[in-house]
């Protein structure tokens, strides 16, 4: 088996954009994209010893970015309680949003809205870029189990974003 160092290098080399891309798509922020990789790298590399193989090394670490990712997200929705208690709101946008961007934000918020297993399931199946078998790999399940898990979640997605709609209405 190569090094630690061997395998990280390789790693960076060759996945630190599917791994930055994956956090975007999780997290929607690009400031906390980096936090989320170097958190990730850095855990990866204190539990090294705990990696057993059973899966690509790149599966392992993103399986950890992942856990990072929604760490953050639960920070995240913590604050933005705290911030409500005071009378703050923390989703304010400025004026001036085009409808196209009022629908990915309902779009976003939809999405936000799915149970942890779905919203992994479409993050990391659909948007990742990584393939149907790496997909499934990083989220310990086979590939027919993500197909149905994100057509699950698209008939979620659908049926929110209609409510929404209809509550405009």
């Known amino acids: 088996m190569e090094t630690r160092e061997q395998a990280f290098e ?25 936090d989320a990789v170097q958190s990730a790298l850095m855990l990866a590399w204190r539990k090294f010893a705990g990696y057993r193989g059973q899966s690509e090394f790149a599966t392992w670490v993103t399986r950890i970015l992942i856990n990072e990712c929604y760490d953050m997200v639960r920070d995240r929705a913590r604050e933005q309680e705290v911030l409500a208690d005071y009378g703050e709101s923390g989703n ?19 999405v936000a ?13 659909v948007l990742s870029g990584y393939s149907p078998e790496e997909a499934a790999a990083m989220l310990g399940c086979s590939r027919n189990t993500l197909y149905q898990r994100i057509h699950k979640a698209k008939q979620l997605l659908s049926q929110s974003i209609r409510e929404v709609s209809y509550e405009q209405a």
């Not at 390789?10 to 980096?34: C, F, H, S, Y």
């Not at 809205?113 to 199946?125: D, I, Q, T, W």
């Open 10 to 34: 390789q790693l960076i080399d060759e996945k630190l954009g599917l791994l930055r891309g994956t956090a975007m798509r999780i997290l929607g922020n690009p400031a906390d994209v980096d």
């Open 92 to 110: 304010q946008m400025s004026g001036g949003d085009t409808e196209e961007a009022s629908l990915l934000d309902r779009l976003d918020d939809a």
């Open 113 to 125: 809205r799915l149970p942890k297993l779905y919203r992994e399931s479409l993050s990391v199946g």
